[in-house]
């Protein structure tokens, strides 16, 4: 069976330094805002900008949208939306440094492109479902909550993982 | 390739040893480092100077002048106890005692940025004590009337004739204290009751610590 | 002393270019460590890579200990720090559906940025997912309510609530940690290795 050697694309930090960047990224970020960083709140700002402009009454009768709806201001100016562009410059940056940048979809060889995109989609939905619940994903909630040992950020850390250990036999043919 | 069950030992390489040992370290550094209490309020060289400084001083021309134009920034204080507040006390003050100066519903008229808070008690003793707690704590805008009510009573309800030989100046602040007391209700010899003057409405807002805002 | 802008030291009108900056350093570490691959992150689920484990707590150990080394010596105050709130139920529930689109997707919102930045198609997939998710949940919000806003515990810290001094905690947490990195290993070492 060949092994074929990957090239530098798959030449990745080593996971302990990518931490400690990581770790020292966050703790900045707390010492000059306050605040962690985080990404669902995002994507929450650009839905709630997008039902606004689509249908106003609407998006003001829903309890939901109304909260993030901020009179003479667009919901997107929050601090994470801004966040979120750099993090698409970052990784993008990153990308084209080390050569990844590339149109294709990733999947296990056991499964077809267009399951892996279907499954994708499935699991968005699931996660976007879930951040809202949890006010926060593994970035907001998970590193930004445990960095400053709060409760909240620690059982959602350990429901993530819980639930995630518990459904990954049942669809362990998209990884291996 | 035969695969045989035993656990193969894992060789952790010397740099993981020590980068975990570093981290262990520094753990158990924060665990047994000594713990203090913290100060909150203002450091000890800079109350003194504070204390020394005579900047808190507002006297009872300038309080007198700020009531008669109606001054929406100014707030009085009477730390007097209670029962000497509620028999005579200058128009629209807030009683907040001595003992209570502390005590978080007080922090509400202290610690705050709006108005200017003007202490006052029968002499300056009470009033200079309240001062020292606030300034303690750091709060900002907080005077102290000089010579309280006595300085009042002797100033503006019942101002001194100057002599002849006294300067101009004596008897421009003669004229402006009689004027003054009439303001004040002083001479009212008829038996109407004194004007009761609406009740300000003191709109209170208390200097939170800021805390970040963040979430999702 | 901090944390900065909050505090005045910075003022307000460069929250926004710094948190720009700071996105920027935040993808770039991500991408870097290898989080634009699903098959990476899905790895710590499979036992053939852990990098989502030792990244995660190797960065929430620094970012800890940081933060109380920093309150100890007077640089920054963490009262004025921003504590995710708790609603425990909610947290929970959340914590598991997201554990499932975890494990389908392989994505995480922050990662689905950068992977998208790098092309990778699944990932945009799973970016039109979330949008979904969160379009869904907000239109039957009045059925959810009750939940999303119940059992609420206030913005505690784990001090709080069940009485361990922080810093015995963190370095409960470290020592944790550093076993977990080892069993890492040792079981990365007997899974059948996955090429991606």
Same mark, same amino acid.
């Given at each position: 069976?060949?092994?074929?050697?990957?090239?530098?694309?798959?030449?990745?930090?080593?996971?302990?330094f990518?931490?400690?960047?990581?770790?020292?990224?966050?703790?900045?970020?707390?010492?000059?805002?306050?605040?962690?960083?985080?990404?669902?709140?995002?994507?929450?700002?650009?839905?709630?900008?997008?039902?606004?402009?689509?249908?106003?009454?609407? &998006?003001?009768?829903?309890?939901?949208?109304?909260?993030?709806?901020?009179?003479?201001?667009?919901p997107?100016?929050?601090?994470?939306?801004?966040?979120?562009?750099?993090?698409?410059?970052?990784?993008?940056?990153?990308?084209?440094?080390s050569? %990844?940048?590339?149109?294709?979809?990733?999947? =296990?060889?056991? +499964?077809?492109?267009?399951?892996?995109?279907?499954?994708?989609?499935?699991?968005?939905?699931?996660?976007?479902l879930?951040?809202?619940?949890?006010?926060?994903?593994?970035?907001?909630?998970?590193?930004?909550?445990?960095?400053?040992?709060?409760?909240?950020g620690?059982?959602?850390?350990? =429901?993530i993982?819980?639930?995630?250990?518990?459904?990954?036999?049942? /669809?362990?043919?998209?990884?291996? | 390739?035969?695969?045989?069950?035993?656990?193969?030992? /894992?060789?952790?390489?010397?740099?993981?040893?020590?980068?975990?040992?570093?981290?262990?370290i520094?753990?158990?550094?924060?665990?047994?480092?000594?713990?203090?209490?913290?100060?909150?309020?203002?450091?000890?060289?800079?109350?003194?100077?504070?204390?020394?400084?005579?900047?808190?001083?507002?006297?009872?021309?300038?309080?007198?002048?700020?009531?008669?134009?109606?001054?929406?920034?100014?707030?009085?204080? #009477?730390?007097?106890?209670?029962?000497?507040?509620?028999?005579?006390?200058?128009?629209?003050?807030?009683?907040?005692?001595?003992?209570?100066?502390?005590?978080? #519903? =007080?922090?509400?008229?202290?610690?705050?940025?709006?108005?200017?808070?003007?202490?006052?008690?029968?002499?300056?003793?009470?009033a200079?004590?309240?001062?020292?707690l606030?300034?303690?704590?750091?709060?900002?805008?907080?005077?102290?009337?000089?010579?309280?009510?006595?300085?009042?009573?002797?100033?503006?309800?019942?101002?001194?004739?100057?002599?002849?030989?006294?300067?101009d100046?004596?008897?421009?602040?003669?004229?402006?204290?009689?004027?003054?007391?009439?303001?004040?209700?002083?001479?009212?010899k008829?038996?109407?009751?004194?004007?009761?003057?609406?009740?300000?409405?003191?709109?209170?807002?208390?200097?939170?610590?800021?805390v970040?805002?963040?979430?999702? | 002393?901090?944390?900065?802008?909050?505090?005045?030291?910075?003022?307000?009108?460069?929250?926004?270019?710094?948190?720009?900056?700071?996105?920027? &350093?935040?993808?770039?570490?991500?991408? &870097?460590?290898?989080?634009?691959?699903? %098959?990476?992150?899905?790895?710590?689920? !499979?036992?053939?890579?852990?990098?989502?484990?030792?990244?995660?707590? $190797?960065?929430?150990?620094v970012?800890?200990?940081?933060?109380?080394?920093?309150? !100890?010596?007077?640089?920054?105050?963490?009262?004025?720090?921003?504590?995710?709130? $708790? !609603?425990?139920?909610?947290?929970?529930?959340?914590?598991?559906?997201?554990?499932?689109?975890?494990?389908?997707?392989?994505?995480?919102?922050?990662?689905?940025?950068?992977?998208?930045? +790098?092309?990778k198609?699944?990932?945009?997939a799973?970016?039109?997912?979330?949008?979904?998710?969160?379009?869904?949940?907000?239109?039957?919000?009045?059925?959810?309510?009750?939940?999303?806003?119940?059992?609420?515990?206030?913005?505690?810290? +784990?001090?709080?609530?069940?009485?361990?001094?922080?810093?015995?905690?963190?370095?409960?947490?470290?020592?944790?940690?550093?076993?977990?990195?080892?069993?890492?290993?040792?079981? %990365?070492?007997?899974?059948?290795?996955?090429? !991606?």
């Open positions: 069976m060949k092994i074929h050697i990957e090239e530098n694309k798959h030449v990745y930090w080593n996971p302990y990518g931490g400690l960047i990581l770790g020292l990224v966050i703790l900045f970020t707390f010492y000059i805002t306050g605040r962690g960083p985080g990404a669902s709140g995002a994507f929450k700002s650009t839905i709630v900008t997008v039902v606004n402009d689509v249908a106003p009454t609407h &998006a003001e009768n829903n309890a939901y949208y109304d909260r993030f709806i901020k009179k003479g201001d667009s997107m100016n929050t601090w994470l939306v801004y966040e979120a562009l750099g993090l698409l410059i970052g990784g993008f940056l990153s990308g084209a440094l050569g %990844r940048l590339k149109l294709f979809v990733e999947h =296990s060889p056991k +499964i077809t492109s267009k399951k892996r995109i279907i499954v994708a989609l499935l699991g968005g939905v699931f996660f976007g879930g951040a809202q619940f949890a006010r926060g994903c593994t970035s907001g909630a998970g590193l930004s909550g445990l960095a400053v040992l709060s409760l909240g620690f059982i959602t850390v350990l =429901s993982f819980g639930g995630g250990y518990a459904i990954a036999y049942f /669809v362990r043919k998209n990884w291996i | 390739m035969s695969n045989t069950y035993k656990i193969k030992k /894992v060789v952790v390489k010397t740099e993981y040893k020590v980068l975990a040992a570093i981290l262990i520094l753990a158990g550094g924060l665990v047994l480092l000594p713990k203090y209490e913290k100060n909150s309020g203002i450091k000890p060289e800079s109350f003194l100077l504070n204390i020394m400084s005579t900047e808190r001083y507002v006297t009872t021309d300038q309080i007198a002048n700020k009531m008669i134009n109606q001054d929406p920034n100014l707030l009085l204080i #009477d730390v007097r106890k209670k029962e000497d507040f509620d028999k005579f006390s200058l128009p629209n003050a807030v009683n907040i005692p001595l003992a209570k100066v502390l005590s978080s #519903d =007080s922090e509400a008229y202290l610690n705050q940025d709006t108005y200017d808070v003007v202490l006052y008690s029968n002499d300056n003793c009470y200079d004590q309240a001062w020292q606030c300034n303690r704590m750091g709060y900002k805008h907080i005077y102290v009337l000089k010579g309280g009510l006595n300085e009042w009573f002797n100033t503006i309800i019942n101002p001194q004739e100057p002599k002849i030989t006294d300067s100046l004596a008897f421009k602040d003669y004229n402006f204290r009689k004027a003054a007391a009439m303001y004040f209700g002083v001479g009212n008829t038996n109407t009751a004194p004007k009761v003057k609406p009740k300000r409405v003191i709109k209170l807002a208390k200097k939170k610590k800021k970040a805002e963040g979430g999702c | 002393m901090g944390p900065l802008i909050p505090n005045g030291v910075i003022p307000t009108e460069w929250n926004f270019v710094i948190a720009i900056l700071i996105g920027i &350093a935040f993808g770039f570490t991500l991408e &870097a460590s290898g989080f634009s691959s699903s %098959r990476k992150i899905a790895g710590v689920f !499979y036992g053939y890579d852990f990098a989502v484990l030792k990244v995660f707590f $190797t960065a929430a150990l970012s800890m200990i940081g933060i109380y080394y920093m309150d !100890y010596f007077e640089l920054v105050n963490v009262e004025q720090l921003f504590v995710l709130p $708790t !609603y425990t139920w909610s947290a929970i529930i959340g914590g598991v559906i997201m554990g499932f689109g975890f494990v389908l997707g392989g994505f995480c919102p922050g990662t689905t940025l950068c992977a998208a930045a +790098i092309g198609i699944d990932g945009m799973t970016m039109v997912g979330i949008f979904i998710g969160i379009f869904l949940f907000s239109e039957f919000y009045d059925f959810i309510e009750p939940l999303f806003d119940g059992s609420y515990l206030g913005r505690i810290t +784990i001090t709080d609530s069940l009485g361990i001094s922080p810093y015995w905690f963190i370095f409960l947490f470290t020592v944790f940690a550093v076993i977990a990195f080892y069993f890492a290993d040792v079981i %990365r070492k007997r899974v059948k290795k996955v090429f !991606y």
